[in-house]
């Protein structure tokens, strides 16, 4: 059998001989860094054991015989593609496609959501997901040496990563969601952005993915050197280039935790008039998080800026190899990056002339290279991946379900946000997150924003959706990461309030938990029957900060089941159009801070079934424009502090039915303006340590019965005029001396008795000294009296003394 210089073997084909089964005739290869690289062979199936819808999926791989240092360059990988061509004479030719084993990935398209993870711990989970991958410690596989038995190649991952502060930072990417994408390119895009490669290292039996932000993490062709004349490694043309590109990024965020923190991150040449700046910057607390992103960016834009094209017969090449150029030009030598590559090959006498479609050279490869310095000033490439991965975007809205927290599985309401900004953020669950296992270990979501009424600094309107509300979600700029709740809705579960009646509106909040009770707020505009209920589940508070006016167009009607205050810090005035009634089941108590004045238009009635009691802290005026009635029908009593004075404008009248006692501990003094009666129908007794009577007029007393004067000390009468004592029975008088201002007496063992007697005096004047008396311009009368005169000498001087019928008896005297 001739010696081939590309062999071609996969796990469907066996045979004694695994890399002569299918030939190589002819084949294709582009690679790229932070690609999937793509054979596509031309196979000669000589047998015909070979099915080509079998092959798709098999693992397989193609040898390159470099006729260099390593000897060969392997291609492991799994046929995505495979068709017959064509059937000749030497067997069916075959095409098919070998891609990284990793190119499963591509055909797994799911969406889910990663909360609080690290970069790295989303991409080991996504690979992982592959029941053939692994991963691997960073050191290079071992070369593949051309051994004759074949095996599938083992599938792994690693990480060559130089700045991991973002990598292994939860905080950066707190919920990520990979959204209707597959799981090649979710990781795709996610490395894309934070400026991460990733590139194939294959070796014997193993097929390595590597992961690196630098140089540092690429495969170095060993002996370096490549260039013109160098066996297996020429190089026939080489060219450099330069694009326009910007020369500095800034990239702008908004952290709704900290409004006011400043989130721009910029970096290049402060003055560069080229520039790019990009908002969303994609990094979610500080700025500090995006410099990283930044810097990548702008790595990426002065690597497009500078590199090389080369073209030439070397089989060693691979995207990601850096190898060391040796040139007649030395302006073209140094280190290079290769980022790209395309090579063709074609091996004779497998397919007759003609079959394989022209002829070509044996082996030729275009690439494309990013410079590491300049000759012997060696520095990185800077080379980051070019953002070409598109990020979903969510166009519209969607729904989701609130939930709860798994440690809170039976809460109706569950609201939050990140520590320190507890504003009432919620749980969401998207109807396409099925990932049952996730859930019930973790929350459903990062704490979601909740959009409401207005919101304002201090202020606005709130109302938390409850768990297992559906609501309408918004995404910013459309992005899955970015979740906002903007509203809510009804379906056939949770239905609404009065059944959605068309007239009838309403918010309305049960009680949690349990929702035994609840308030609401119902508008019924049900025309003619227009109607706002308002219902408080326990309490209910109202605070108006100045006025407060309420105007009801009929009745009014409030209901009280326990105690009412009602306290008003100035004036309180109610004015009634028509009758009030106020029923008190207790006690009533009103208490006023200053006055109270009661107008009342016509009668008042006030009707007490116990006792009534008043007390009046200062002065009280009682002023009554008709006549004042008070009935009592028992006693009364009143005790004053202080001065009573009582005016009445016209008559007063006392009708007592039983008993009457006046008790006073000072002086008494009456003053009458005009005549004052007494008429007392029974006795009339008047004691005292001392009496003086003033009269200014006349006086008048008549006593129905017996009138008894005791005297214990002296008895002064002084008369402006006269004064007359009429008793219709006895009259006795006891005295040892009386005086009068004008007449004085002196009078001893003195038996007084008159009896319809009238006597008038004026300007008299009198002096007894034994039993005498003295008068000046008296004139006294006498009808039908009976005198007794004992011992007594009296003297008039210019004055007449009259007796009419009058008849004297020994012990009276008629006092002046």
């Not at 990461?481 to 009804?490: E, T």
């Amino acid at each position: 059998m001739p010696s081939f210089d590309y062999t071609f073997a996969c796990e469907e084909v066996a045979g004694a001989d695994p890399w002569s089964a299918l030939r190589v005739a002819r084949f294709t290869g582009a690679e790229a860094l932070s690609s999937l690289y793509r054979y596509e062979i031309l196979l000669l199936d000589p047998a015909g054991v070979a099915s080509a819808p079998a092959l798709v999926g098999k693992r397989a791989t193609l040898r390159i015989t470099t006729l260099s240092a390593p000897a060969f360059k392997t291609v492991h990988g799994i046929v995505v593609e495979a068709e017959e061509i064509a059937r000749l004479p030497e067997g069916r030719t075959l095409r098919v496609v070998l891609a990284p084993p990793f190119a499963r990935g591509a055909h797994r398209r799911r969406c889910r959501i990663f909360l609080d993870k690290t970069l790295r711990e989303i991409v080991r989970a996504v690979l992982l997901g592959d029941p053939l991958v692994r991963e691997a410690g960073a050191e290079p596989p071992a070369p593949d040496l051309g051994g004759a038995d074949f095996a599938p190649a083992d599938e792994a991952f690693t990480w060559r990563v130089e700045d991991t502060s973002r990598l292994d930072n939860r905080r950066v990417r707190p919920f990520v969601v990979q959204y209707n994408e597959s799981d090649f390119a979710f990781v795709s895009r996610l490395l894309e952005e934070e400026g991460i490669t990733y590139h194939v290292e294959n070796g014997a039996e193993t097929s390595l993915l590597v992961f690196t932000d630098s140089d540092a993490g690429r495969p170095r062709l060993q002996p370096d050197l490549v260039g013109i004349g160098i066996d297996g490694r020429e190089v026939r043309g080489f060219f450099t280039g330069g694009r326009l590109r910007p020369e500095a990024v800034s990239l702008g965020e908004y952290n709704w935790k900290q409004p006011g923190l400043p989130m721009d991150a910029r970096v290049g040449g402060k003055d560069a008039d080229l520039f790019e700046v990009v908002y969303p910057g994609g990094y979610p607390d500080e700025a500090t998080q995006g410099r990283p992103l930044a810097k990548a960016r702008l790595e990426r834009h002065r690597t497009e800026a500078r590199f090389a094209r080369g073209d030439g017969h070397l089989r060693v090449l691979g995207a990601g190899t850096i190898f060391e150029l040796d040139h007649k030009k030395p302006r073209l030598e140094g280190e290079y990056l290769v980022s790209s590559l395309e090579v063709v090959g074609e091996q004779a006498g497998v397919l007759p002339s003609g079959a394989g479609g022209g002829v070509i050279e044996p082996f030729f490869a275009r690439f494309v290279c990013a410079r590491r310095g300049q000759g012997t000033a060696v520095e990185d490439s800077g080379f980051r991946p070019p953002r070409v991965t598109p990020r979903p975007r969510i166009v519209g809205t969607q729904t989701a379900l609130v939930t709860a927290d798994p440690s809170a599985p039976s809460a109706e309401i569950h609201v939050g946000g990140p520590p320190g900004v507890q504003i009432g953020c919620v749980r969401l669950r998207f109807h396409w997150d099925t990932d049952e296992a996730r859930l019930a270990k973790e929350p459903s979501s990062a704490w979601v924003r909740v959009s409401e009424p207005f919101a304002g600094s201090g202020m606005g309107g709130v109302w938390h959706p409850r768990v297992g509300t559906e609501v309408l979600v918004d995404f910013e700029e459309g992005d899955p990461d970015r979740p906002l709740v903007v509203g809510r809705v009804y379906n056939g579960k949770n239905r609404p309030y009065h059944g959605g009646a068309p007239t009838i509106s309403t918010l309305k909040s049960n009680a949690s938990p349990g929702g035994a009770v609840h308030n609401e707020i119902t508008f019924d505009d049900t025309s003619g029957a227009e109607r706002i209920y308002t219902n408080a589940g326990k309490d209910m508070e109202t605070d108006v900060g100045n006025e407060r006016t309420e105007t009801v167009g009929a009745n009014s009607a409030m209901k009280v089941g326990a105690n009412d205050t009602e306290t008003i810090g100035a004036n309180c005035a109610v004015t009634i159009g028509g009758d009030e009634t106020v029923t008190v089941g207790g006690n009533d108590t009103a208490l006023i801070g200053g006055n109270l004045s009661t107008t009342i238009g016509a009668n008042a009635t006030t009707i007490i079934g116990a006792n009534e009691g008043h007390f009046v802290g200062a002065d009280q005026a009682i002023t009554i424009a008709g006549a004042h009635n008070e009935i009592a029908s028992g006693s009364v009593t009143e005790e004053i502090g202080g001065t009573l004075t009582t005016s009445v404008a016209a008559s007063e009248t006392q009708t007592l039915g039983g008993n009457r006692s006046t008790m006073i501990t000072g002086a008494h003094t009456q003053s009458f303006g005009a005549a004052h009666l007494k008429m007392v129908g029974g006795n009339r007794d008047l004691s005292c340590a001392s009496l003086d009577t003033t009269v200014s007029a006349a006086s008048i007393r008549i006593v129905g019965g017996s009138v008894t004067t005791k005297i214990t000390g002296d008895h002064t009468l002084s008369t402006g005029g006269g004064a007359v004592y009429i008793a219709p029975k006895y009259s006795a008088q006891d005295a040892n001396r009386s005086d009068v201002d004008v007449a004085k007496y002196t009078l001893t063992g003195l038996d007084v008795t008159i009896g319809g007697i009238a006597l008038g005096a004026t300007g008299y004047a009198s002096s007894t000294m034994g039993v005498s008396a003295a008068a000046a311009g008296l004139n006294v009368e006498f009808v039908g009296a009976d005198v007794d005169f004992f011992g007594l000498l009296t003297r008039v001087d210019g004055g007449h003394m009259q007796n009419n019928g009058v008849k004297t008896r020994v012990g009276l005297i008629i006092k002046l």
